[in-house]
């Protein structure tokens, strides 16, 4: 009798806890959902602010390049009409942007409710990754470009950075168990060795990625490796990889401007000038790299085009006005200007 009551209450238990894994999967699964359907809300968000950045990058040069020769009110009106589209499309920029942070912190909280439900949920871990990522990014971006911070405060965002990208890391970690999201995991594993300058670890992750044959944006992996060649002063490998990369998606302007960086440092300026031009005639996003701005102008200098380059200094600061880059792009128009042969990288 007492055996056969200890038998029930062991089945009753097993019964018991098969029943909550049962509830913790459903509801993994509902606020996966529920916060999946937010980042996408939020992805849509970013994109439109790119189509209206594009957009007025577009009315910009329509502004620049309208002649007087088909009389001067007709011009006026003209620019008139553009700068008011302007100014709509900048309203909608911030409206969009502000939409976008909210979508992307409720997804973050539904998202980490899926995975304390169920752990095993790859596809939440992947998200939450990639959200915490795109969070440290962000921080790094703000406090390079908004503008230029001393060196006590830029470590101190580089910590609160370094912090997301060590959450990030151990959410891909996880997704990577997941055949379907092997690849994508460490390629993005990579772009965090990047970050924190572990060029060896970069590599590693990025020949994991291309391991994968039928995986889509071997590109990046490529670039990733490349860039960290780059660092590693390993020139040739570096060329190697970011041509087989644009080579996969010629539109990816960061390995394009990896790659003119490449050929800066080994002195072949004008390759390096001719595809620092080619990523910032992209448009939004590519014609926000400020640092293509810097570069390109400082091989224009030593081509002994300084007219050009004048004109591409002053360009770069029409990006972010307060950045270190801009800065630098400012310092280097004051040399120019006073007939100084120096030109200024750091």
């Given at each position: 009798?007492?055996?056969?009551?200890?038998?029930?209450?062991?089945?009753?238990?097993?019964s018991s806890c098969t029943e909550k894994?049962?509830k913790n999967t459903t509801y993994a699964?509902?606020?996966?959902?529920?916060?999946?359907?937010?980042?996408?809300?939020?992805?849509?968000?970013?994109?439109?602010?790119?189509?209206?950045?594009?957009?007025?990058?577009?009315?910009?040069?329509?502004?620049?390049?309208?002649?007087?020769?088909n009389g001067q009110n007709m011009s006026?009106?003209?620019?008139?009409?553009?700068?008011?589209?302007?100014?709509?499309?900048?309203?909608?920029?911030?409206?969009?942007?502000?939409?976008?942070?909210?979508?992307?912190?409720?997804?973050?909280?539904?998202?980490?409710?899926?995975?304390?439900?169920?752990?095993?949920?790859?596809?939440?871990?992947?998200?939450?990754?990639?959200?915490?990522?795109?969070?440290?990014?962000?921080?790094?971006?703000?406090?390079?470009?908004?503008?230029?911070?001393?060196?006590?405060?830029?470590?101190?965002?580089?910590?609160?950075?370094?912090?997301?990208?060590?959450?990030?890391?151990?959410?891909?970690?996880?997704?990577?168990?997941?055949?379907?999201?092997?690849?994508?995991?460490?390629?993005?594993?990579?772009?965090?060795?990047?970050?924190?300058?572990?060029?060896?670890?970069?590599?590693?992750?990025?020949?994991?990625?291309?391991?994968?044959?039928?995986?889509?944006?071997?590109?990046?992996?490529?670039?990733?490796?490349?860039?960290?060649?780059?660092?590693?002063?390993?020139?040739?490998?570096?060329?190697?990889?970011?041509?087989?990369?644009?080579?996969?998606?010629?539109?990816?302007?960061?390995?394009?401007?990896?790659?003119?960086?490449?050929?800066?440092?080994?002195?072949?300026?004008?390759?390096?000038?001719?595809?620092?031009?080619?990523?910032?005639?992209?448009?939004?996003?590519?014609?926000?790299?400020?640092?293509?701005?810097?570069?390109?102008?400082?091989?224009?200098?030593?081509?002994?085009?300084?007219?050009?380059?004048?004109?591409?200094?002053?360009?770069?600061?029409?990006?972010?006005?307060?950045?270190?880059?801009?800065?630098?792009?400012?310092?280097?128009?004051?040399?120019?200007?006073?007939?100084?042969?120096?030109?200024?990288?750091?």
């Amino acid at each position: 009798m007492k055996r056969f009551q200890i038998l029930i209450f062991t089945i009753f238990l097993l019964s018991s806890c098969t029943e909550k894994k049962q509830k913790n999967t459903t509801y993994a699964k509902k606020q996966y959902f529920l916060g999946h359907d937010y980042f996408v809300r939020h992805i849509k968000a970013l994109r439109e602010v790119d189509r209206l950045r594009f957009e007025n990058n577009q009315l910009e040069k329509k502004i620049s390049n309208i002649s007087l020769k088909n009389g001067q009110n007709m011009s006026v009106v003209n620019i008139r009409s553009n700068k008011k589209l302007i100014r709509k499309n900048l309203k909608q920029i911030r409206n969009k942007s502000e939409l976008a942070k909210r979508y992307l912190g409720t997804a973050l909280k539904e998202l980490k409710k899926a995975v304390i439900a169920n752990n095993t949920h790859y596809q939440a871990h992947f998200e939450l990754g990639l959200i915490y990522l795109k969070k440290a990014t962000s921080i790094i971006d703000r406090a390079k470009r908004k503008q230029c911070l001393s060196a006590d405060e830029m470590e101190e965002k580089k910590g609160n950075a370094g912090i997301l990208l060590n959450k990030s890391k151990k959410h891909f970690l996880v997704a990577a168990k997941d055949k379907e999201l092997t690849s994508k995991s460490y390629n993005n594993l990579s772009a965090i060795a990047l970050h924190f300058n572990e060029y060896d670890n970069a590599i590693e992750y990025s020949r994991k990625t291309l391991k994968d044959l039928v995986y889509s944006e071997t590109y990046v992996a490529n670039a990733n490796m490349g860039w960290a060649y780059y660092h590693l002063e390993k020139y040739r490998k570096a060329k190697a990889k970011l041509k087989e990369a644009l080579m996969e998606e010629s539109k990816y302007c960061l390995a394009r401007y990896r790659l003119a960086r490449v050929y800066f440092e080994q002195n072949k300026l004008k390759l390096a000038a001719r595809e620092f031009k080619k990523t910032i005639d992209q448009g939004p996003p590519c014609s926000g790299i400020q640092e293509a701005y810097l570069y390109f102008g400082l091989s224009l200098v030593q081509l002994n085009q300084t007219s050009l380059a004048n004109y591409i200094f002053k360009r770069c600061l029409l990006v972010q006005k307060e950045s270190c880059v801009a800065q630098k792009c400012r310092r280097n128009l004051k040399i120019m200007a006073s007939d100084n042969s120096s030109p200024e990288t750091e």
